[in-house]
């Protein structure tokens, strides 16, 4: 049973992996041009050939588990949460806890995005609270609905006169 003081869910959003198409293109052009590079190496001793064959591969390798790394964690733990009283950000476990955003201290939610961005329909909302607080929330899919969605329910949060608790 739910308390009646509970804030009731709006909409949830969270790292689409389509956020990181371009940093898999720059890994693959990066790969790409070590492994091409190595071919031009061939009047190396057969010593050198062969370490640096196994440095160039290593070096692919650790770059592609770091690519696969960041996109899972993001994807699995960025978590942007509205309600109808506030806007939860969620970062996992590498970063501090971010306060809330009080919906009733909102100022703007404006949604961007590149070149890439939208041919792969995902980008940034850019959250500004009271203070001059501004929050940017990246690799969201329909960054413009969600925005609006934000931009809405704080003008619900006004009329009904909802703001942070007391204390």
């Not at 070096?59 to 733990?77: D, F, I, N, P, Q």
């Not at 509205?82 to 501090?96: K, M, S, Y």
């Not at 955003?101 to 100022?107: G, P, Q, R």
């Amino acid at each position: 049973m739910s308390r009646p003081d509970a804030p009731t869910d709006r909409a949830w959003r969270g790292y689409h992996p389509r956020a990181a198409v371009p940093h898999v293109l720059l890994a693959a052009a990066a790969s790409a041009a070590l492994l091409a590079g190595r071919w031009y190496f061939d009047d190396l001793s057969w010593l050198a050939a062969r370490t640096g064959a196994l440095v160039v591969y290593a070096v692919v390798l650790v770059g592609w588990a770091g690519v696969v790394a960041v996109l899972a964690y993001r994807a699995v733990t960025y978590t942007y949460r509205l309600t109808d009283r506030a806007l939860f950000i969620d970062r996992g476990w590498c970063f501090r806890p971010e306060p809330p955003v009080w919906l009733s201290e909102l100022k703007t939610a404006t949604a961007g995005t590149t070149w890439a961005g939208r041919r792969t329909g995902v980008g940034r909302v850019w959250v500004t609270a009271a203070g001059g607080r501004v929050v940017r929330l990246a690799g969201i899919r329909d960054p413009g609905g969600f925005a609006a969605a934000i931009v809405a329910a704080a003008g619900r949060a006004r009329a009904e006169g909802v703001g942070p608790p007391a204390g």
